[in-house]
T-cell receptor
Framework: AQRVTQPEKLLSVFKGAPVELKCNYS??????LFWYVQYSRQRLQLLLR??SRESIKGFTADLNKGETSFHLKKPFAQEEDSAMYYCALSFPTGGGKLIFGQGTELSVKP | DGGITQSPKYLFRKEGQNVTLSCEQN?????MYWYRQDPGQGLRLIYY???????QKGDIAEGYSVSREKKESFPLTVTSAQKNPTAFYLC?????????FGPGTRLTVL
């Protein structure tokens, strides 16, 4: 079965420090991986997806099929990055549904 | 911030009562989804619909029912059979693999 694991419930860093939110998945085929973000009092929204290979708000994520990982990274954290982050997976026969990880709360302290 | 609307924002229900959560979208998306969000568990899929008059069970469909009579609407009924209905419910629709989320409904069973 498909599964997404985010091992950290809470990650706390200081402003300017590097950030890495971990995401591991299990799926034998070719999945599509996403990071969604939920800022306080806002809707859940897409941050980035692996097929676009973009950097959004300074965040990047590389799909590592060998390690089945899709870690989210940012070299210098900002206070406005504080939010709940969810890693998610979709697969070709899934009808578009997403399998979400448990989420990681990122807290960036001044 | 239109696109997908959910109502009401807060809903209180007595045990033994059924309650219906509304989800409407004006994005002309074919597929729609219902997720349940619980602290520490991420988002879990309840039901989804890829086309009008058709829907499929997700991972936690027991105690829930849906209908899809119009493309724009995908209401979710939480029945008295749902053992632990107090949660935050999110509706989404999808286009080109990206899911767009509504603002959510927080259901509390008294």
């Amino acid at each position: 079965a498909q599964r997404v694991t985010q091992p950290e419930k809470l990650l706390s860093v200081f402003k300017g420090a590097p950030v890495e939110l971990k995401c591991n998945y299990s799926y034998s085929g070719s999945p599509e991986l996403f990071w969604y973000v939920q800022y306080s009092r806002q809707r859940l929204q897409l941050l980035l997806r692996h097929i676009s290979r973009e950097s959004i708000k300074g965040f990047t994520a590389d799909l590592n099929k060998g390690e089945t990982s899709f870690h989210l990274k940012k070299p210098f954290a900002q206070e406005e990055d504080s939010a709940m982050y969810y890693c998610a997976l979709s697969f070709p026969t899934g009808g578009g549904k997403l399998i979400f990880g448990q989420g990681t709360e990122l807290s960036v302290k001044p | 911030d239109g696109g997908i609307t959910q109502s009401p924002k807060y809903l209180f229900r007595k045990e033994g009562q059924n309650v219906t959560l509304s989800c409407e979208q004006n994005l002309n998306h074919d597929a729609m989804y219902w997720y349940r969000q619980d602290p520490g568990q991420g988002l879990r899929l309840i039901y989804y619909s890829q086309i009008v008059n058709d829907f499929q069970k997700g991972d936690i469909a027991e105690g829930y029912s849906v209908s899809r009579e119009k493309k724009e609407s995908f209401p979710l009924t939480v029945t008295s059979a749902q053992k632990n209905p107090t949660a935050f419910y999110l509706c989404a629709s999808t286009r080109r693999g990206e899911q767009f989320f509504g603002p959510g409904t927080r259901l509390t069973v008294l």
